[in-house]
């Protein structure tokens, strides 16, 4: 019985070493990325083009424009003579926030009439916009909080709201990127891989030979299922390293268990994708399927969308797609470093899901056998 | 090149993308689809978060405080602790996002009286960084603001405190331009629309490799018809349908997600044809160079979906990007793409300005398409 699996799984690796390019494409493809996301969403945004319209030329408002240039977020400001000049700045996306300094600004401070500083903000780039305008007020109400009361921000500091942020302390978004695209990328590929695994014999006609061959219809799944897996484990296991050693994404729990439960849900995933290749026809069918079907379960892996944030209705309905289990996971382990009396309920559903999959495989693969 | 064979292996290219459901899916239904997932994924609103109290004041100021802090439908207080450390299990197991801790005596007059205000304490799960901000900021933002309310509401009653210290000492008024609601949906929009776009050169590739792996390619260049009509045909009805989904995506954009088309129309629909035009360039160049449809098909996902999502400036602005990157994606059609989209769209910025673009887009679409001429005269014909 073993030997008839392992004849199958070494035809397909076969076939796949045949393919030279498949698979180390796939690798490299899944790597860069990884890569291309750490390096995008490690990166704080800085340098917003700022532009500033100063009409008061006091003293007052040349120490503002001072401290707007040391913030790490915006740029050296650019100074203009008028609103207009910012508007043409902002059609050529050379601005993306100006700071109109209204006249008499700096006396009316001294004299506690809070003047009114305006802040144009660029729509077009809504993420530097938003990261602008909130750095550019934070500025402006400190510096005129030392202009007008003769205090330094600190003054008032233990009187705000103190703020403790757990397991990603620094609120770093690599760090929840890049597990969640570690699972993404790993789902992708295996399934793929999987999905193509039967279409390929179908469409080349030797489909019915791998039927007449006297094997069990699940030594034949089982067979078909261990070389995606090996891949798909290999790929898994690189794109780990990569995130923890090369871009510090903190790893706090067990390393053991995070690889057994791997296999586990790489079962269930490379399950779906030879249910898919059953049901499709042809190898652009599968494809297409499985873009399909990753575009729906990357809706419910909660990585875009937040769980929380959907209708009740689709809360429950998002408990059926084991990428939303397998992320809640990654994320346990990595970033909590909690174990298995925490995130059980969600093993117990993979595994769940992955027999009813794997159920659904077999029936299909022995109804295509009449 | 003669019309009567350009419109025949047109007809015929026609007929195989009818014929096969799934490659007609991909080209009708299969773009606009697209669309309004990528636009439900990418620009959801954070709102009802799980988060816990602990009211240890447990007076009319905390409770009023509570009320705040849900105001806006970010977070929503699903328990009530009696003590922090019952907060733990709770994070770790993802019940709740957030902690807030309101000490005793808070509201208490006497305390702001003396200025020794008990500090309220936020705890905030980083797991997920994006909603986590968010959540901080709608918690921070009412506590610092209902802080302030009762400090001026309780000193206002006594006599000979000046109240106007605890104002801003500046207003800040906003302005946002081209998009006032510094909507998330209008910044996206324009962008994905060259995501969406690139499923024909996507579904050209897959049908040029399934023709090669079929065989059949080479019985269409046997046939007595010049190579120049033979790409044209089979690339017109990709085009045809792409030209088609670029219409309806600025009308479903208009209408359905309120995103303004400001630019003019005519231009942006030949900037379309011409950055479509690249698209099967590259298709065409995918498909010449490789062998397998499996192939081809991981290629153009890498080539197609992977920039046009993380690096045309759909996600992160472009100018973060080194300036290597900066420089080597000014060789991909979907940068000058994306670029043009946003101007057209959301700026209304003349065509003079974007010749830069323009011509761009044209040398490297016609660069690529040189290339994939050569490979493929070399490879098939």
Known sequence: MFKRILNIAWKEFLHLRKDRVLVPFFILGALLELTVVAWATSQPIRNVPMAVVDQDHSHQSAALIARLDTSDTLSKAQITNSVADVNTLMDHNQAILGVVIPPNYGSMLVAHHPPTVSLLLNGADSTSAY?????????????????????????????????????????????????????????????????????????????????????????????????????????????????????????????????????????????????????????????????????????????AVAVESMPPFLQTVSNIFSIRHWLIILRDIMLKGVGLDVFAGHVLAIIAIGTVIIGLTTLVYRRSLT | MKMQHLWAVTRNEFYHITRDPGTLALMTVGPLLLMIMLVYALTADVKNVPIAVVNLAANSASNGLIQQVQANGVVKVTQTLAEVQAATPLLERGEIRAVLVIPNGYGNPLNFVTRKLPTLQIIVDGTEPMSAEHVLDAIYTASEADLRTLVTDTLSKIPGIDVSQFNDPVKIETETRYNPTLSNVIDFYPGLTAVVLSLPGVALALALAREKELGTLEQLVAMPVDKLSLLLGKIAPYMFFGMVDTLLLVAI????????????????????????????????????????????????????????????????????MPAVVQLELQFLPVTHYVTVSKAMYLQGTPLTDLWFDFLALLVVGVGILGLSMVLFRKKVA
């Open chain 2, 253 to 320: 954009g208009r209408f359905v997600y309120n995103v303004p088309f400001q630019g003019n129309l005519l231009g942006y629909a030949i900037f379309s044809f011409f950055f479509l035009f690249s698209n099967m360039a590259l298709g065409l160049l995918i498909s010449v160079l490789l062998g397998s449809q499996q192939l081809a098909m991981v290629v153009a996902f890498l080539v197609f979906f992977f920039p046009s999502f993380f690096l045309s400036g759909v996600f992160f602005p472009l100018k973060i």
């Open chain 1, 131 to 303: 990261a602008a305008q909130n750095a550019a007020q934070q500025i402006i109400l400190e510096q005129g909080m030392r202009d007008a009361l003769h205090q330094e921000p600190k003054d008032y500091a233990n009187e705000l709201p103190q703020v403790t942020v757990k397991y990603n302390e620094t609120l770093d978004r690599s760090a929840y990127t890049l597990p969640s695209e570690m699972g993404l990328m790993f789902y992708v590929m295996t399934v793929v891989l999987a999905a193509l695994a039967i279409t390929r014999e179908r469409e080349r006609g030797t489909y019915e030979q791998l039927l007449v061959m006297p094997y069990r219809s699940w030594e034949v799944i089982l067979g078909k299922i261990i070389a995606p897996m090996t891949i798909g484990y290999c790929l898994f296991m690189t794109m780990l390293a990569l995130s923890v050693f090369i871009f510090h994404v903190p790893f706090r729990g067990s390393l053991l268990l995070l690889l057994g439960l791997a296999i586990i849900y790489l079962i269930a995933e490379v399950g779906k994708g030879i249910l898919l290749s059953l049901v499709a026809r042809t190898q652009l069918q599968a494809v297409l399927l499985v873009f399909g079907v990753a575009m729906v379960d990357m809706l419910f892996s909660g990585y």
